[in-house]
Protein backbone atom coordinates (compact mmCIF):
# COMPACT_ATOMS: atom_id res chain seq x y z
CA UNK A 1 0.00 0.00 0.00
CA UNK A 2 2.86 2.52 0.80
CA UNK A 3 5.75 1.44 -1.96
CA UNK A 4 4.10 1.79 -5.43
CA UNK A 5 3.18 5.44 -6.27
CA UNK A 6 1.24 7.21 -9.23
CA UNK A 7 0.03 5.51 -12.07
CA UNK A 8 2.19 2.40 -10.71
CA UNK A 9 -0.78 1.80 -8.62
CA UNK A 10 -3.96 -0.34 -8.83
CA UNK A 11 -7.36 0.45 -7.72
CA UNK A 12 -7.29 -2.31 -5.49
CA UNK A 13 -4.21 -0.79 -3.98
CA UNK A 14 -5.68 2.24 -3.49
CA UNK A 15 -9.07 1.10 -1.86
CA UNK A 16 -6.83 -0.89 0.60
CA UNK A 17 -4.91 2.26 1.54
CA UNK A 18 -7.59 4.46 1.65
CA UNK A 19 -10.27 2.16 3.87
CA UNK A 20 -7.09 1.93 6.50
CA UNK A 21 -6.12 5.15 7.12
CA UNK A 22 -9.64 6.86 6.45
CA UNK A 23 -10.80 4.71 9.22
CA UNK A 24 -8.17 5.77 11.57
CA UNK A 25 -8.84 9.66 10.36
CA UNK A 26 -12.27 8.94 10.99
CA UNK A 27 -11.97 7.40 14.82
CA UNK A 28 -9.61 10.45 15.67
CA UNK A 29 -11.65 13.14 14.26
CA UNK A 30 -14.73 12.34 15.65
CA UNK A 31 -13.38 11.03 18.99
CA UNK A 32 -11.90 14.58 19.47
CA UNK A 33 -15.36 16.20 18.36
CA UNK A 34 -16.83 14.04 21.36
CA UNK A 35 -14.47 14.88 23.58
CA UNK A 36 -13.65 18.65 23.26
CA UNK A 37 -16.10 19.49 20.70
CA UNK A 38 -13.29 20.46 17.93
CA UNK A 39 -12.75 18.83 14.48
CA UNK A 40 -9.16 17.89 13.93
CA UNK A 41 -9.45 17.18 10.00
CA UNK A 42 -12.55 19.50 8.89
CA UNK A 43 -10.63 22.69 7.57
CA UNK A 44 -13.54 23.64 5.66
CA UNK A 45 -15.61 24.13 9.37
CA UNK A 46 -12.59 25.39 11.23
CA UNK A 47 -12.06 28.72 8.59
CA UNK A 48 -15.72 28.92 8.20
CA UNK A 49 -15.90 29.12 12.30
CA UNK A 50 -12.52 31.30 12.01
CA UNK A 51 -14.27 33.72 9.79
CA UNK A 52 -17.87 33.76 12.08
CA UNK A 53 -15.77 34.74 15.38
CA UNK A 54 -13.58 37.42 13.64
CA UNK A 55 -16.83 39.02 11.97
CA UNK A 56 -18.21 39.09 15.65
CA UNK A 57 -15.36 40.16 17.02
CA UNK A 58 -14.76 36.90 19.33
CA UNK A 59 -10.83 37.38 18.82
CA UNK A 60 -9.36 34.42 21.27
CA UNK A 61 -11.69 31.42 19.98
CA UNK A 62 -11.04 32.66 16.32
CA UNK A 63 -7.38 32.69 16.89
CA UNK A 64 -7.71 29.17 18.18
CA UNK A 65 -9.09 28.09 14.86
CA UNK A 66 -6.94 29.90 13.12
CA UNK A 67 -4.19 27.73 15.07
CA UNK A 68 -5.99 24.14 14.04
CA UNK A 69 -5.83 25.05 10.32
CA UNK A 70 -2.30 26.45 10.51
CA UNK A 71 -1.62 22.94 12.50
CA UNK A 72 -2.52 20.94 9.49
CA UNK A 73 -1.24 23.02 6.98
CA UNK A 74 2.04 22.98 8.90
CA UNK A 75 1.73 19.21 8.78
CA UNK A 76 1.26 18.52 5.17
CA UNK A 77 4.31 20.69 4.59
CA UNK A 78 6.15 19.05 7.01
CA UNK A 79 5.17 15.51 5.64
CA UNK A 80 6.12 17.06 2.00
CA UNK A 81 9.58 17.96 3.28
CA UNK A 82 10.31 14.32 4.67
CA UNK A 83 9.19 12.86 1.52
CA UNK A 84 11.19 15.09 -0.99
CA UNK A 85 14.35 14.23 1.08
CA UNK A 86 13.50 10.76 1.03
CA UNK A 87 13.38 10.50 -2.57
CA UNK A 88 16.12 12.69 -3.32
CA UNK A 89 18.19 10.15 -1.55
CA UNK A 90 16.62 7.37 -3.63
CA UNK A 91 14.75 5.75 -0.22
CA UNK A 92 12.02 3.78 -1.45
CA UNK A 93 9.84 3.17 1.55
CA UNK A 94 9.94 7.26 2.17
CA UNK A 95 6.01 6.87 2.39
CA UNK A 96 5.74 4.20 4.80
CA UNK A 97 8.38 6.00 7.13
CA UNK A 98 6.35 9.03 6.81
CA UNK A 99 3.45 6.67 8.60
CA UNK A 100 5.77 5.77 10.83
CA UNK A 101 6.73 8.85 11.97
CA UNK A 102 2.85 9.78 12.27
CA UNK A 103 2.29 6.74 14.37
CA UNK A 104 5.44 7.80 16.72
CA UNK A 105 3.77 11.24 17.12
CA UNK A 106 0.05 9.64 17.73
CA UNK A 107 1.66 7.35 20.17
CA UNK A 108 3.07 10.28 22.17
CA UNK A 109 -0.09 12.58 22.16
CA UNK A 110 -2.24 9.44 22.97
CA UNK A 111 0.09 9.44 26.19
CA UNK A 112 -0.54 13.19 26.77
CA UNK A 113 -4.38 12.93 26.55
CA UNK A 114 -4.04 10.27 28.95
CA UNK A 115 -1.89 11.97 31.64
CA UNK A 116 -1.77 16.28 30.54
CA UNK A 117 -3.03 18.66 33.18
CA UNK A 118 -6.39 20.02 31.71
CA UNK A 119 -5.97 22.99 30.99
CA UNK A 120 -3.40 21.67 28.15
CA UNK A 121 -5.27 18.50 27.22
CA UNK A 122 -8.00 20.81 24.84
CA UNK A 123 -5.14 22.49 22.70
CA UNK A 124 -2.58 19.47 22.71
CA UNK A 125 -5.06 16.88 21.43
CA UNK A 126 -6.41 19.37 18.91
CA UNK A 127 -3.24 21.04 17.60
CA UNK A 128 -1.75 17.56 17.44
CA UNK A 129 -3.74 15.38 15.75
CA UNK A 130 -4.34 18.68 12.89
CA UNK A 131 -0.71 18.27 12.80
CA UNK A 132 -0.83 14.67 11.92
CA UNK A 133 -3.74 14.70 9.88
CA UNK A 134 -1.97 16.98 7.41
CA UNK A 135 1.19 14.68 8.18
CA UNK A 136 -1.85 11.51 6.67
CA UNK A 137 -3.35 13.38 3.92
CA UNK A 138 -0.08 14.69 2.38
CA UNK A 139 1.24 11.16 2.33
CA UNK A 140 -1.41 9.86 0.24
CA UNK A 141 -2.52 12.66 -1.58
CA UNK A 142 1.73 12.01 -3.25
CA UNK A 143 1.45 8.46 -3.18
CA UNK A 144 -1.66 7.85 -4.95
CA UNK A 145 -1.67 10.75 -7.47
CA UNK A 146 -4.19 12.58 -5.83
CA UNK A 147 -6.60 10.53 -6.14
CA UNK A 148 -6.76 9.48 -2.59
CA UNK A 149 -7.92 11.75 0.68
CA UNK A 150 -8.72 10.04 3.61
CA UNK A 151 -9.29 13.29 5.80
CA UNK A 152 -11.94 14.94 4.84
CA UNK A 153 -15.50 14.50 3.23
CA UNK A 154 -16.78 16.98 1.20
CA UNK A 155 -14.78 16.39 -1.85
CA UNK A 156 -15.00 12.68 -1.93
CA UNK A 157 -19.01 13.42 -1.49
CA UNK A 158 -18.67 15.32 -4.68
CA UNK A 159 -16.48 12.72 -6.70
CA UNK A 160 -19.15 10.25 -5.38
CA UNK A 161 -21.55 12.62 -7.24
CA UNK A 162 -19.45 13.15 -10.64
CA UNK A 163 -18.83 9.64 -11.49
CA UNK A 164 -22.91 8.45 -10.33
CA UNK A 165 -23.33 11.23 -13.20
CA UNK A 166 -20.78 9.88 -15.35
CA UNK A 167 -22.09 6.03 -14.62
CA UNK A 168 -25.91 7.13 -15.67
CA UNK A 169 -24.53 8.74 -18.92
CA UNK A 170 -23.00 5.55 -19.75
CA UNK A 171 -25.61 3.89 -19.12
CA UNK A 172 -27.54 6.05 -21.40
CA UNK A 173 -25.47 5.69 -23.87
CA UNK A 174 -24.46 9.33 -23.85
CA UNK A 175 -21.08 8.72 -22.82
CA UNK A 176 -18.15 6.70 -23.99
CA UNK A 177 -18.22 2.38 -22.69
CA UNK A 178 -14.65 2.33 -22.65
CA UNK A 179 -14.86 4.36 -19.53
CA UNK A 180 -17.12 2.33 -17.77
CA UNK A 181 -14.45 0.36 -16.00
CA UNK A 182 -12.48 3.45 -14.59
CA UNK A 183 -16.09 4.68 -13.62
CA UNK A 184 -16.16 1.85 -11.43
CA UNK A 185 -12.94 1.81 -9.76
CA UNK A 186 -13.08 5.44 -9.17
CA UNK A 187 -16.11 4.91 -7.78
CA UNK A 188 -15.15 2.26 -5.84
CA UNK A 189 -12.48 4.13 -4.27
CA UNK A 190 -14.86 6.95 -3.36
CA UNK A 191 -17.05 4.75 -2.01
CA UNK A 192 -14.70 2.90 0.36
CA UNK A 193 -13.12 6.10 1.59
CA UNK A 194 -16.63 7.77 2.63
CA UNK A 195 -17.20 4.29 4.03
CA UNK A 196 -14.13 3.37 6.07
CA UNK A 197 -14.06 7.21 7.33
CA UNK A 198 -17.99 6.72 8.63
CA UNK A 199 -17.13 3.70 10.24
CA UNK A 200 -13.85 4.60 11.69
CA UNK A 201 -15.78 7.23 13.28
CA UNK A 202 -18.66 5.24 14.85
CA UNK A 203 -16.49 2.55 16.10
CA UNK A 204 -13.70 5.35 17.47
CA UNK A 205 -16.57 6.92 19.41
CA UNK A 206 -17.29 3.89 21.23
CA UNK A 207 -13.81 3.15 21.77
CA UNK A 208 -12.58 6.42 23.38
CA UNK A 209 -15.98 6.58 25.87
CA UNK A 210 -14.64 3.21 26.83
CA UNK A 211 -10.82 3.43 27.41
CA UNK A 212 -10.34 7.38 26.27
CA UNK A 213 -6.72 8.74 25.13
CA UNK A 214 -5.50 4.53 24.52
CA UNK A 215 -7.75 4.69 21.20
CA UNK A 216 -4.97 7.22 20.23
CA UNK A 217 -2.54 4.24 21.00
CA UNK A 218 -4.39 1.59 19.51
CA UNK A 219 -4.61 3.77 16.39
CA UNK A 220 -1.26 4.50 16.29
CA UNK A 221 -0.33 0.19 16.58
CA UNK A 222 -2.69 0.49 13.28
CA UNK A 223 -0.58 2.79 11.73
CA UNK A 224 3.15 1.48 13.08
CA UNK A 225 1.97 -1.73 11.40
CA UNK A 226 0.96 -0.67 8.19
CA UNK A 227 4.17 1.47 7.66
CA UNK A 228 6.41 -1.61 9.17
CA UNK A 229 4.61 -3.58 6.43
CA UNK A 230 5.30 -0.70 3.95
CA UNK A 231 9.21 -0.53 5.39
CA UNK A 232 9.23 -4.67 4.67
CA UNK A 233 8.15 -4.53 1.05
CA UNK A 234 10.30 -1.16 0.06
CA UNK A 235 13.30 -2.85 0.62
CA UNK A 236 15.64 -3.74 -2.80
CA UNK A 237 13.40 -1.32 -4.55
CA UNK A 238 14.14 2.38 -5.32
CA UNK A 239 11.60 4.85 -6.52
CA UNK A 240 10.56 6.88 -9.92
CA UNK A 241 11.49 10.29 -10.39
CA UNK A 242 9.34 13.10 -8.56
CA UNK A 243 5.86 13.19 -10.62
CA UNK A 244 5.48 17.02 -8.78
CA UNK A 245 2.41 15.98 -6.81
Known amino acids: MLVS ?13 ASVLSAVAGALNTAAFYEVGYFSANMTGNVSTFSSRIAIGDWLPALFYLSVVLAFISGAATS ?7 RRRYLSGIYAYSVMA ?3 MLYALGCADLWLLT ?3 VPVLVLGLAFLMGIQNAVV ?45 KLRLHLYTIMSFLIGGIVGVVIYRAIGGYLL ?18 RGLKPRADTGY
Open 5 to 17: EGFDRDGTTDCRL
Open 80 to 86: TLLINAG
Open 102 to 104: EAV
Open 119 to 121: RWR
Open 141 to 185: TRISGARVRTTHVSGIATDIGIELATAFDIFRGRHSKDDSAHNRS
Open 217 to 234: VLSAGVLFVTALTGIARS
